[in-house]
């Protein structure tokens, strides 16, 4: 090893600081819904749903009769930077009726996503320049059965995994530095798979329909790699973090039968992750759909978030669908506006905008 070499692993230590998460956690979060359920603020716990899947209670997809999948997307404008002039990552679900009134259910989906600059004093001789980027993303694997007309229930694994990236610069605070050796690298924080159990349940009759669902506690091992850019040395720690149990419940009426009026809670305990904690809390939703004939449907809802990551957030949306060919194929769209206040008291909004299609194997000609 030549003496500069070994100058330069010397110097690593002094030009690098503790890895720093960033400052909001796993960043900017969102609730697993599908475009109906959002066109209907939320509303999902206790309705059936035949062409879509949502995460907060996945007993409602054993009503479907046919295979298929399911494609969707999210893009949004507003003061959130994560998610800002950003499309979402795209959620895919497949069904697979079996006999027995089994359905098996396999999805991907967005969970959070983080977009963060910082400059900030790391100790008495260093200045930093820190920006943060990735997310998180959830799968769940499961199968829902129908025991009866009006009763279902669903077993499965709900997984989170992920990465955040963190490139940093430091600079001598000295107002003749030496030349920082090291001070350029990155550290890649590795959520590995967190496994949890989701169970749920469903009642549905021609009028009335009650749902609940529970996720239990996940956790995983964190890995944090940092790979200096002047030397190429790699350094890795290990951790174990954990992400809280969720609980949903919902009802819906059919007052005629043409409109399903539906209202929805969803609760989570507190979660501590990366140094930041998040608060415990509830988002509360009420909606309706109106099939309009011909296979055309128009929705609309309210949500309010109390607690969580957006506390006091009120959000509005609509939205339609349309099934086309019988019910082979179709299209849901949906569009929200939310707008809260964060924890400087500054005003914030958001507007969402949610599309998808979904298939059967019908189109096949099965």
Known sequence: MTIITCILLALSGIYSVAYLPPPDGI????????????????????????????LLNPAASAWRLDGGISFGGRYSE????????????STVSAFVPLPGGIVLTGTIDSRSRVDTLLHQTVSDELMGDFSWSGGLVET????????????????GGRCSFGNILSDITLTSIDSIPPIPVNSVYRDDALFRMAWGGVFGILINTERFGLGFSISTDRQGTLDVNRDFQSTGQVDSSNSLYSLPGEISV?????????????????????????????????????GAEVNAGNGI????????????????????????????GEGKAGIDFAAGYQYWRDVQDHFQEETVLFVSLWVTEKWLGH
């Open 297 to 324: 449907s128009a929705r609309s809802g309210f949500s309010y978030m109390d607690g969580l990551w957006r506390d006091g957030a009120s959000t509005f949306t609509a939205g339609a669908g349309y099934s086309f």
């Open 140 to 155: 769940y694997t499961g199968l829902s059965v129908r025991t009866s007309d009006w009763l279902a229930f669903s077993i």
């Open 250 to 286: 919902g009802i819906s009426f059919r007052p005629i039968e043409r409109l399903l009026i539906g209202v929805d809670i969803f609760s989570r305990k507190v979660m501590n992750i990366l140094d930041t904690q998040t608060d415990p809390g509830s988002v509360y939703s009420v």
């Open 78 to 89: 507003g003061d959130v930077k994560s998610w800002d002039r950003q499309l979402g990552f």
């Open 27 to 54: 960043g900017s979060e969102i609730l697993p819904l599908n475009t109906r359920s959002f066109g209907m603020g939320g509303v999902c716990v206790g309705i059936p749903d035949n062409t879509g899947f949502s």
